[in-house]
């Protein structure tokens, strides 16, 4: 079997996994107590309150453009995950009931949190994402080492506040922040996208390779290697990726040269620059 079809059989099924658990974090726990989810479900939930909209088709609606610049931004592979979990969820928003499975609205808020992290970072860890600030969250972590779900957070604070500013109402706005930051610690338990590999690619295909590589902001150092048993003359291309990154990487690697050998070992840590050089 194709090891990309092979791939394919676990992120499905877990990509699906993590639109369930997000459209049940919101429809079960959050909605019912009118709390908000952070980011552009957020967003979207706030409008369907006071407007009486239906959320799940602001939902889909709102990310159209995010996701739109995710696919110029950071690469067709993670957009066209995203797309299909925005779609999953938004179909299953449509069909779960919402239902107050906590009177409690402490509880709705935290395990609504627990619920929408949970599939989050399910999505965001094989390959794909949510939608929304996920997106935004990703680009920025492209430039920047930082965990993603405190990004996420930080960025929720802006929708706490049009809360705030349109309903006035600073109960709900604190339990949605519950909510939100609920979501981001289990985002950043699941997902390991800040976690680094160095990757030693052997190859025949250098200038190809880089052609194609050095469109993303990492750095690769070239070196030459001799092969002990053929003498070959080849190069070695040392790179630094996120844990994330890695899929892509080697999809790239794989396609453009079927031959080559890649060696990935995890990295304790980067000292400098992670991003690639300006010069």
Same mark, same amino acid.
Request: positive net charge.
């Given at each position: 079997m194709n090891p990309h079809s092979f791939r394919y059989l676990y992120t499905v099924p877990m990509i699906t996994l993590g639109a369930i658990l997000i459209a049940v974090g919101f429809n079960l726990f959050l909605i019912p107590h009118q709390l908000l989810s952070g980011g552009v479900s957020g967003i979207s939930m706030m409008i369907g309150y006071i407007t009486g909209g239906n959320i799940a088709w602001l939902y889909f609606i709102l990310n159209l453009p995010l996701l739109l610049w995710g696919w110029f931004a950071i690469g067709r592979r993670f957009i066209m995950w995203s797309i299909y979990a925005v779609i999953v969820s938004t179909l299953l928003l449509e069909f779960i009931p919402i239902v107050k499975i906590a009177d409690d609205i402490v509880l709705g808020a935290v395990f609504g949190? /627990? *619920?929408?992290?949970?599939?989050?970072g399910l999505t965001l860890r094989y390959g794909g994402s949510s939608g929304g600030f996920d997106i935004i969250a990703s680009i920025i972590t492209r430039k920047r080492d &930082?965990? /993603?779900? *405190?990004?996420?957070?930080?960025? $929720?604070? !802006?929708?706490?506040? &049009?809360?705030? !500013?349109?309903?006035? $109402?600073?109960? =709900? !706005?604190l339990y949605s922040l519950v909510s939100i930051f609920s979501a981001g610690k289990v985002v950043d338990l699941i997902h390991v996208r800040h976690i680094k590999l160095t990757a030693f690619i052997v190859t025949t295909k250098t200038d190809e390779l880089l052609a194609?590589?050095? =469109?993303?902001?990492?750095g690769i150092t070239i070196i030459k290697t001799r092969g002990a048993y053929s003498s070959a003359d080849r190069d070695m291309l040392m790179t630094v990726r996120t844990k994330y990154e890695l899929a892509e990487l080697s999809k790239i690697v794989t396609t453009i040269d079927p031959r080559a050998f890649i060696n990935i070992v995890e990295t304790v840590g980067v000292i400098g620059d992670f991003t690639k050089p300006k010069d």
């Open positions: 949190g /627990i *619920m929408v992290g949970f599939g989050s &930082l965990p /993603i779900g *405190m990004i996420i957070f930080i960025l $929720n604070g !802006a929708v706490i506040a &049009l809360l705030v !500013a349109f309903t006035k $109402n600073w109960d =709900s !706005a194609k590589l050095l =469109s993303h902001p990492r």
